[in-house]
């Protein structure tokens, strides 16, 4: 089987509920990060790994979504006359970064139905799936690309993870291993969603970065109800991890939630603190606030 990872998955079909009344209107992945939809950083992130083609997984207000990733003429033709060039640039790029395709997901019943609708689109290659809550930021190699690294390495499905406390452990999902294999590296033997503090066997949890082998399709066309009586990919994860097909990777960088109010605020504060020609004004305004409080 070809290891090499060419396609990316990202799941975008969700209501936006915690982010109410603004994603009435507007999906959360247009969410803006300083003057980019998080949508289109993710999509960087996957296009800086070497990526070529990706499918957005659509719903609620996908015209919307599209929009941003589809010529402009109009703006493009005045922005051109008036010598904008650099704004020209900026509009342009979402519509020439990838080849990206598009598949509604018409009953939200859960993370695995989701990607299960790739099946067509992937093929019998490895593909990367990366969820629209999770921006990641690494200053050295994006996170999802240092993912696509250990699965050429390994060949098995790799699960992009983090160390959380064993107070927050029941937030999230962890991760069950049988031997560490490099640094960083754990070949798994289970994971289990949200498990009480107690019950888990680990701080290691899985963030919404995943490479995976073409065998998951039909673990996930097999799978049951899980939790919220929906189809859960961390279901499909934990078959394959069982069967000795997967493991987790602890990944170098930084993750922003931005299914959460406070991460997406964290998100913005953190790359205007990075952008050339915001950080120097905002950290001297950032500093008279702290003083002010």
Request: with cysteine; proline share 4%.
């Amino acid at each position: 089987m070809n290891n090499k990872v060419r396609k990316a998955v990202i799941p975008v079909a969700g209501y936006g509920t915690r982010f109410l009344p603004f994603t009435k209107a507007v999906p959360k992945p247009m969410l803006p990060i300083l003057n980019k939809p998080a949508l289109q950083v993710i999509t960087e992130e996957v296009v800086k790994s070497g990526i070529t083609d990706v499918l957005f997984i659509v719903g609620y207000k996908k015209e919307i979504l599209e929009s941003h990733f589809k010529p402009a003429e109009e703006l493009e033709k005045m922005l051109e006359s008036k010598g904008k060039l650099n704004f020209l640039e900026e509009v342009r790029y979402p519509t020439s970064m990838a080849n990206i395709s598009y598949i509604i997901q018409e009953e939200q019943n859960g993370t695995a139905s989701a990607v299960g609708l790739a099946k067509e689109f992937v093929g019998n290659e490895p593909f990367a799936v990366l969820f629209g809550d999770d921006v990641m930021y690494n200053e050295g190699r994006p996170v999802i690309g240092q993912l696509i690294d250990v699965y050429e390495k390994y060949g098995k499905t790799v699960l992009g993870c983090k160390r959380v406390s064993m107070d927050d452990i029941s937030k999230y999902a962890s991760v069950e291993y049988s031997s560490v294999l490099e640094d960083g590296v754990y070949a798994m033997t289970k994971v289990t969603e949200k498990p009480k503090k107690e019950e888990a066997k680990s701080d290691i949890a899985p963030l919404g970065r995943y490479v995976c082998s073409p065998d998951i399709f039909e673990i996930i066309e097999n799978l049951g109800k899980g939790a919220n009586g929906e189809y859960q990919f961390t279901d499909a994860l934990d078959a394959q991890a069982r069967q000795g097909k997967a493991l987790a990777y602890t990944f170098k960088g930084t993750r922003y939630d931005m299914g959460d109010r406070l991460g997406y605020l964290k998100a913005n504060i953190e790359y205007g603190l990075r952008d050339e020609s915001l950080k120097d004004q905002f950290k001297e305004y950032l500093k008279d606030l702290v003083n002010k409080i």
